[in-house]
């Protein structure tokens, strides 16, 4: 059966497309790469004739013309976490930050308790059996496609089309629009010595065999390096990357040791390089899957000797991990840190590794603080806390009370803070 012609009727342009959106509705739009240009660009330029309609997306990359505190009444967007784009909409109230782990925003959705009535996606070109691939964004965006009164979906030439539960069919969509815009790139993060340092601890942490959960950044991509050296490491991880991609081409991750899912690359989304998305096309080894599957910690903890390696920005002497805010001002949201911790914690053979620098601002700041500032939301609590690792090395927390916590803490703080956090710790009578 050819889709063909089905095909070519839905075809539209951007302009047109967005013409489906009515007043109130909520765009549901993929993580990261898995956003549409053409169309949120032509949402952009419909702002005035709309109201009340809301963008619902984690981490949008893209700075559109609706992304202004102007435009809120129009269009106003929707996060469970924010990155450069959006971050400065959520300091001045005009972007809405939602509390909720990755792993649960596809139960929230379908519940109806995150709102959806039209799916933005880009997504592969079709198959010949009438699927697009979502690709580097499979995230929650099927549980909205469930939702959804339309699918509107962007083509792009140069988005993988990958295995697993990760495909729309021609069927559920209302409108295709051919996109032109290059697939959105993430440069390599600058290593200094700091991250070398603490890498090079995270490395002895992590056998032979384990599979890895690991993110971007400065930090994981030096314990990339650092893991060249291991062998047959397993991946079963939130995000793809180009680290990630480094360690399969060098044989170092095979997949062998696996005894879930063995032999197969598991992930939800992508974002790095055009070469990574070149490797993710057609791969037998590689499967793209929902969120609810790849982080639900029943479902990850399932991979003996899982490894997961997340950062924060602070810690306290309790163990908690502020990873979205320091006080009131946000940064970024829990994205999928607490589920994968819990997954690590719950694995046979298990670690889960919070990794930051002692300090900030040029060694003025400490990240182990005694007590976090006002308004700081928690995002992997004292119960779920297991190994942090600074460039001064590595505190096993877990089983351990406040008393040995805080020791343990403070000699993985920076030198220069030592006495003060020891004096603190005695103020508070935790020493």
């Known amino acids: ?15 047109q497309a967005v013409n489906l959106v009515r007043d109130g509705d909520t765009i549901v739009v993929p993580i990261a790469a898995g956003e549409p240009p053409a169309l949120l660009t032509a949402l952009s330029e419909r702002i005035d004739q709309l109201r009340g309609v809301v963008v619902s997306q984690l981490l949008g990359l893209g700075r559109y013309a ?4 102007a435009h809120a009444g129009h269009v106003r967007h929707s996060s469970p976490f924010l990155g450069a784009a959006t971050r ?34 880009q997504v592969s070109p079709m ?16 549980a909205a496609v ?23 069919h021609l069927s559920q969509v209302a409108a295709v629009v051919d996109g032109t815009a290059p697939m959105v790139e993430l440069p390599p993060s600058a290593i ?12 002895d942490l992590i056998p032979d065999g384990a599979t890895l959960q690991i993110g971007i950044g400065g930090i994981p991509d030096a314990v990339v390096k650092q893991l ?3 062998n047959d490491l397993g991946l079963h991880t939130e995000m793809l990357g180009d680290g990630t991609l480094a360690l399969v081409e060098a044989g170092v991750i095979t997949n062998a040791c696996k005894n879930f899912h063995p032999g197969k690359l598991i992930a939800t989304f992508a974002l790095g390089s055009a070469r990574l998305y070149e490797f993710m096309d057609h791969r037998a080894d590689l499967e793209m899957h929902p969120v609810d599957y790849t982080n639900n910690p029943f479902v990850a903890s399932r991979n003996d000797n899982l ?25 970024s949201g829990p994205g999928g840190q607490v589920d994968f911790v819990r997954a690590a914690n719950a694995s046979k053979g298990g670690k889960s590794i919070i990794v930051l620098p002692a300090t900030a601002r040029g060694d003025t700041i400490s990240r182990i603080v005694a007590t976090h500032l006002p308004g700081t939301p928690i995002t992997t609590g004292k119960n779920d806390v297991d190994h942090v690792v600074t460039e001064f090395g590595v505190a096993r927390l877990r089983g351990r009370s406040v008393r040995e916590r805080a020791r343990a803490l403070i000699d993985i703080a920076h030198p220069a803070f030592r006495d003060q956090l020891t004096e603190q710790a005695k103020e508070l009578r935790v020493w």
């Open 66 to 69: 609706y992304l202004a505190a």
């Open 192 to 203: 200094g010595d700091t991250q070398v340092r603490i890498a090079r601890f995270v490395a």
């Open 307 to 331: 490894h997961s390696i997340n950062g924060t920005l602070a810690v306290d002497f309790f163990g908690q991990c502020a990873s979205e805010s320091l006080g009131r001002r946000p940064f």
């Open 1 to 15: 059966m050819s889709f063909r012609t089905d095909l070519d009727r839905l075809r539209t342009d951007a302009a």
């Open 228 to 230: 060249m050296t291991k």
């Open 88 to 121: 400065t909409g959520a300091e001045e109230g005009w972007v809405d930050w939602v509390p909720a782990h990755f792993s649960e925003v596809p139960t929230l959705i379908r519940q109806g308790l995150m709102p959806c009535d039209v799916v933005f996606a």
């Open 146 to 168: 469930e939702r959804a009164r339309a699918v509107v979906v962007e083509v792009n030439q140069a988005l993988p089309f990958t295995e697993g539960n990760c495909h729309i």
């Open 127 to 142: 198959s010949p059996d009438g699927r697009f691939a979502l690709g580097v964004s499979t995230d929650y965006t099927l």
